[in-house]
């Protein structure tokens, strides 16, 4: 028979279309930046994938403060970059 849908989403920065569960998911919980790690938490997400540029893109500039539709603080903007990929 044919296959199960897998959900796709597009990483904020490089907007690459990939399966869902290949992306990290961000979202603000209590006012801070924090990785979804069950894909399923409440609240607007984004998405990034696991290249490090991306992740330091999303660091460095607004494309993830729109994503979200938040601004972004230095507290996760230093968040981002610890927990970036490597």
């Known amino acids: 028979m044919g296959s199960k849908h897998r ?6 920065v ?6 869902k569960r290949s992306l990290t998911r961000l979202v603000f919980v209590d006012s801070h930046l924090r ?7 409440n609240g607007r997400g984004a998405y990034l994938c696991g290249k490090a540029n991306c ?3 999303a660091a460095t500039r607004a494309v993830l ?3 979200l539709r938040r601004e972004l603080h230095d507290d996760d903007r230093s968040y981002l970059r610890h927990m970036k990929p490597t």
């Open 35 to 41: 990785i979804d790690e069950s894909g399923k938490m």
């Open 65 to 67: 403060d729109a994503a």
């Open 7 to 12: 959900p796709q989403r597009s990483c904020v």
């Open 55 to 57: 992740w330091d893109a």
């Open 14 to 19: 490089c907007r690459d279309k990939m399966d």
